[in-house]
């Protein structure tokens, strides 16, 4: 119903041709126009009582809902919706804007949409009056196909980083010495340490102190004491049996966790690699994950994109282990940690500190056992 209307129904309360109630029941039809300042003020001087005022605000046509939309998105760039249809596109991760969009007073659903993401979906309330400015961040999770092509893309970056896969089968081939520190009986004992290795994995490894020595070679998940024709000779007596027995199964690890070894293992045929996201060096630390038949591997990578952490988790759930990469050092082209730290249970593990690293070794395939 018109203004004119309203103002034709006032005149015939005046004139008693109808009652205020009849009008009433009229003005629930709906009103064509908004109950303004000026307009009420022209219906009151018309004689409009206050009950008919209000019945009148009731009935009047209200402004469409606004609300004020402040969002931001990660990954940019994301898709917004509005209660389903199509609204804007953040720019740079981010929208600032007012909408008048006919939002439908109460609650409003605002999606966030981008391919290869698994979408959200946020409700928010906005009244008839417009209130304060509604502000959503949202992080999109990655879908299955997007964390494959990231992991891939993520460990090829972390390669890159080190000095690329060229430079880095060179390390395959060197020599090293320093210290290791293992624990036995929970009480930790700091040795002398000498490392040779050499393609395709082979490592000999020569540990000596007061009580004696031991040299050590692996070759791939063959490992055992070497007690005769290797080129270490600084062992002295042997370490006393009981010392010898808890050190080599600590020696085996740091031949199974070396930088190289773990690299290969990532990118060994079976594995496979799962990642959020695939930044270059600089931006953030990221996770990579890598999933095999018996064991499953997560990579903290950190932001110059080389390996800080890798966790180890048999799938049968016993026999964890945690690795941490420290101290990087230019080794030819490649960067190569100086320290290897690998714990199991509390109070267990190994640590080997290298305080000198060069390329090139003498070791021969013909020195391990087959």
Known sequence: MSRADVLSFLDDIKHGIASEEEVKEKLSRGLDFRADTDTLDTLRKNGASEALIAEIKLRAKHEDPTATLSLNCAPAECRIKIDGQFAARTSDGHLDRVVKSRLP????????????????????????????????????????????????????????????????????????????????EGEPGVWDFDVSMAPAHLILMNVTGPAGGLVFGCNGEKCEEKKKGFLFIKRGKRLPEGVANDLEPNLRLVSRYDLLSVLETLNSKGISLMARTAYMPGKAQQRLRADGDDHVYEVNIGTDAWPISVEDTPKSGLGAVKVTYGNYVKVGDCNYPKQTTIRGAAQSGIEVRLNRIELGSKLRLSDFPK
């Open 105 to 184: 007073s109460g609650e409003v659903a605002i999606d966030f949409e981008k391919d290869g993401y698994v979408a959200d979906q946020k409700i928010v309330k906005v009244g008839a009056e417009p209130g304060p400015p509604i502000s959503l961040s949202v992080v999109l999770e990655p879908n299955l196909a997007t964390r494959t092509l990231n992991g891939r893309k993520l460990y090829d970056v972390m390669v890159a980083a080190l000095g690329g896969t060229a430079a880095l089968n060179n390390l395959r081939s060197l020599t090293g010495n320093g210290s290791v520190t293992f624990y036995r």
